[in-house]
């Protein structure tokens, strides 16, 4: 199973951006799907994850963040919207679930390659 993430780059304070990432590989089915970052010196922490039942946010992000999945696609979908300095960070995409493999379900927990995110003026 792999994982492409796209979307990053460089922002005004204010504005938005909308990270994607693509599933590939043979997948039985997704569970969770969720956007993690990790700023210069810090440790990489939960944005937001999403569910068939539901989303859940870290507070910093409440009300700017959403996250979004197609399941049709096998994508799910960040959009960030007033960015703050503070959002600056490498974004990281993971995705949950079973995928086959010789008549076999296994489970995966697979991390994208990574998207810069900076807010700057």
């Known amino acids: 199973v792999q994982l492409q993430a796209s979307g990053g780059g460089l922002v005004q304070p204010g504005g938005s951006l909308r990270l994607n990432c693509t599933v590939s590989?043979?997948?039985?089915?997704?569970?969770?799907m969720g956007w993690y970052r990790q700023a210069p010196g810090k440790e990489r922490e939960l944005v937001a994850i999403?569910?068939?039942?539901?989303?859940n946010y870290a507070d910093a992000v409440q009300g700017r963040f959403t996250i979004s999945r197609d399941n049709a696609k096998n994508t799910v979908n960040l959009q960030t919207s007033s960015l703050e300095p503070e959002d600056t960070a490498v974004y990281y995409c993971?995705?949950?679930?079973?995928?086959?493999?010789?008549?076999?379900?296994?489970?995966?927990?697979?991390w994208g390659q990574g998207t810069q995110v900076t807010v700057s003026s």
């Open positions: 993971n995705v949950r679930g079973w995928y086959s493999r010789k008549s076999q379900l296994l489970v995966f927990n697979s």
């Open positions: 590989g043979s997948i039985f089915s997704i569970d969770t």
């Open positions: 999403i569910t068939q039942e539901r989303t």
